[in-house]
């Protein structure tokens, strides 16, 4: 590649290539001056637009029965076949803790009193932001639903960190069993 050819966003290689403002093709570049982030921006002069890559924001709740934490094998990739506590993509508009309960109740028919802020969790090159939340079931039978196979409890101490999903997964589980032994 020439010194002079445009650069290929690194998170997306040349998967975005037009502008959705006017169509015209986007270059990573610096979007301001002296500002030195990349950003997608539209060629156009008359346009101009910057198409920002925001991350994507999950809410996840460590929710609990007699101190043990319900965890959901996933049903479909990414992690498939692995374990976390029931979480997801927060949808625009929506209260983040909100978020966690829903996902709680789509993924293990549960209905869960979210409590306290676990932790924010985010990793160099992932696009997601994970906020996790701890919380009581006062509701329901866990089982397992449509993005689930299997439902289990498990507690702060019987963790197999192997097991699970994702880095954000371990990290909130980490500072749950820390959290537990307290």
């Known amino acids: 590649m020439s010194p002079d050819a445009p650069q290929a966003h690194p998170h997306l290689g040349g998967g975005v290539k037009f502008c959705v403002a006017c169509g015209s093709p986007l270059l990573f570049r610096p979007w301001t001056e002296g500002d030195g982030t990349m950003q997608l921006c539209c060629s156009a002069a008359s346009c101009n637009h910057v198409h920002f890559l925001d991350p994507k924001v999950a809410a996840g709740v460590v929710a609990t029965i007699g101190g043990e934490a319900v965890l959901v094998r996933r049903a479909h990739n990414p992690g498939k076949g692995l374990w976390t506590f029931p979480g997801g993509f927060v949808n625009r508009g929506e209260v983040v803790p909100e978020a966690a309960a829903r996902e709680a109740f789509e993924e293990a028919g549960i209905e ?62 980490r500072d749950w069993r820390e959290r537990m032994r307290g």
């Open 112 to 173: 869960v009193a979210v409590e306290s802020l676990l932790g924010v969790y985010s990793f160099e090159g992932n696009a997601t932001v994970l906020i996790v939340y701890t919380g009581a079931v006062t509701g329901g039978a866990p089982r397992a639903l449509a993005e689930t196979t299997e439902v289990k409890l498990v507690a702060p101490d019987a963790i197999d960190f192997d097991e699970l999903a994702f880095d954000t997964t371990r990290a909130a589980m």
